[in-house]
């Protein structure tokens, strides 16, 4: 296969929605399609396997919440699909947030019951200001819901996206009949076996004709038929372009616990969603077509395996292929790395790969030299832009609690930073350290993981801080400036990049600073401009 069919078959996207929505089943269900798992049950169930070995994703067990971003990738029909799963908690937002820098489209899903909550809201914003091409899975159709005219007013208003339908349900809940699937027109009808379900589509390309009326019934029939005509009156007709621009996205609506509707949207995808896109670096965009390699890494897991204490970081490939065992430069510490074991994702096993291509994510063992954000290339000097740090919510003094494991918490502390698991100040007057995450969970998460992976153990102090204002490095003949650091000198903290940050202790505080410093200029991201 050529380079240029390489790449022009890989869709690469996440799937995000808030928690319960139904992202993991959605994807079990896409992964059975693809013929990558067997049964249905095997992706929650292989998380659980791996809870059993790995300590950090016993907490995930226990909690039942998704922590860790996995990458899962399959063939279906002519295309390489890559799914980036994302946790839906909000205590991982971040990282959440970093995923979707790496990805070329995304699937929302939506709950027919609850609609619109908070967590997809903030996720598809995040998507929106990148225009980042979406479509809107609406889910759990099994289930008394919205009404789906109400459901697409909804996504449109909180969302602030633009809708079109590319199936419509017949009936919801109790009375759920099926799917008429605009984007093929055809009728899928729901039985509760959603391996008969597949097969059984009836073609319908004129929704007029009365065969209608013997399929799901007079009334039936003629609701949808007045329903479907008020879709093409009100919502555009569904233009590629538009989509992958981010200015139209089409909705799919299904049950994946039932698997139904979820073929209607996967055939639909692989046509419609992007190949990889080019990138924005700090010199130039990168197309993926270019016949040298970079990429970026957009996440980094630890010690996935006890026994070696190694970290696993992925690499999205932008251009050009990444090949095993020839030296790349890593661009921050402006040294080449050689790969003698590059991991490609499948989905129930990793697996060693020679070469990968633009829209692929390997993950390469790591020592200690790479942090989120890092950029790889065949030589030219140039950085991916990423997404910025946003101020965490909670703020804690970490002390150590094992005065031998000194050393151990430090390294631990560094590492787990690197992972972008929270974030680090350190105060400016002391030098004790501050972490900063965006939920409780996650100083949990970090103890746990200081202990079982690092032998350190520490304990947690309140720090009365509301907010983290970055600072625009001063102007050193600005007395304002020095004033400012001389009476908040007690809030001024450096973080991992050594950037200047106010630790405010309330909006209040924030105001007040601005007002009686306006040359000091305060941001809520680690992005200036
Ligand atoms: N009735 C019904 N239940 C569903 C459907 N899809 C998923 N569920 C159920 O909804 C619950 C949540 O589904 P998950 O797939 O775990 O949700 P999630 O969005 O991945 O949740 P997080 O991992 O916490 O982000 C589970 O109990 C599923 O069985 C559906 O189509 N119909």
Redesign the pocket.
């Known amino acids: 296969m050529s380079f240029n069919t390489e790449i022009e078959r890989r869709r690469t996207f996440g799937i995000i929605?808030h928690?319960?929505?139904?992202?993991?089943?959605l994807t079990e269900k896409l992964l059975l399609f693809g013929g990558a798992i067997q049964e249905a049950g095997a992706v929650k169930s292989n998380k659980i396997k791996k809870g059993a070995t790995s300590d950090f994703m016993e907490i995930e067990r226990q909690r039942g919440?998704?922590v860790a971003t996995s990458v899962l990738a399959f063939n279906y029909q002519d295309k390489k699909i890559n799914i980036l799963d994302t946790?839906?908690?909000k205590d991982f937002a971040e990282d959440t947030f970093r995923t979707l820098t790496a990805v070329d489209s995304v699937i929302v899903?939506i709950d027919v019951a609850k609609g619109v909550e908070e967590q997809t809201e903030k996720l598809v914003e995040v998507c929106r200001m990148r225009n980042i091409p979406m479509l809107v899975f609406i889910?759990?159709l099994?289930?008394e819901g919205k009404d789906a005219f109400d459901l697409m007013d909804e996504v449109e208003q909180k969302l602030g996206l633009t809708v079109t339908p590319l199936s419509f349900p017949i009936g919801m809940g109790y009375d759920f009949q099926g799917i008429y699937n605009i984007w093929e027109k055809n009728i899928n009808l729901f039985s509760g076996d959603s391996r008969k379900n597949i097969e059984e589509t009836i073609a319908f390309s004129d929704i007029n004709n009365p065969e209608l009326e013997k399929i799901i019934g007079e009334k039936p029939a003629e609701r949808l038929r007045e329903e479907l005509e008020l879709i093409d009156e009100v919502y555009p007709t569904f233009d590629r372009q538009a989509y992958l621009e981010g200015k139209l996205q089409p909705v799919f609506f299904g049950?994946?616990?039932?698997n139904f509707g979820v073929r209607e949207l996967l055939d639909c995808f692989i046509q419609i969603a992007p190949s990889p896109r080019p990138k924005d670096s700090d010199t130039r965009t990168v197309n993926p077509d270019e016949k040298k390699f970079s990429g970026f890494v957009f996440k980094i897991h630890a010690n996935m395996d006890p026994k070696h204490r190694d970290r696993l970081a992925f690499i999205k490939i932008v251009s050009g292929t990444f090949e095993r065992n020839k030296p790349y430069l890593h661009v921050r510490l402006n040294k080449n790395l050689k790969f003698s074991s590059p991991n490609a994702f499948f989905a129930e096993k990793k697996e060693i790969v020679d070469i990968s291509y633009p829209g692929d994510i390997v993950g390469l063992h790591d020592t200690g030299n790479f942090k989120i954000g890092d950029t790889l290339t065949e030589g030219e000097t140039m950085s991916f832009k990423g997404i910025p740090s946003f101020s965490p919510e909670h703020f804690r003094y970490i002390n150590n609690a094992d005065p031998m494991k000194a050393k151990q918490l430090e390294k631990g502390i560094d590492q787990l930073m690197d992972e972008g698991v929270a974030q680090l100040f350190t105060l400016e007057m002391n030098n004790r350290k501050v972490i900063g995450t965006v939920g409780a969970l996650q100083y949990e998460v970090i103890q746990y993981r200081l202990e079982h992976e690092y032998g350190a153990k520490c304990s947690y102090e309140n720090f009365p801080a509301f907010k983290a204002c970055w600072v625009k490095p001063e102007d050193s003949k600005n007395e304002e400036f020095a004033e400012f650091k001389r009476i908040k000198q007690k809030f001024l903290a450096k973080d991992k990049y050594g950037q200047l940050v106010f630790l405010a202790d309330s909006d209040f505080s924030i105001q007040m600073t601005q007002q009686k410093y306006p040359t000091v200029k305060l941001f809520f991201t680690s992005e200036f401009d």
Not at 19 to 25: L, N, Q
């Open positions: 929605s928690p319960d929505a139904g992202k993991t089943t919440i998704s946790p839906g908690h899903v889910n759990k099994d289930r049950s994946a616990l039932n």
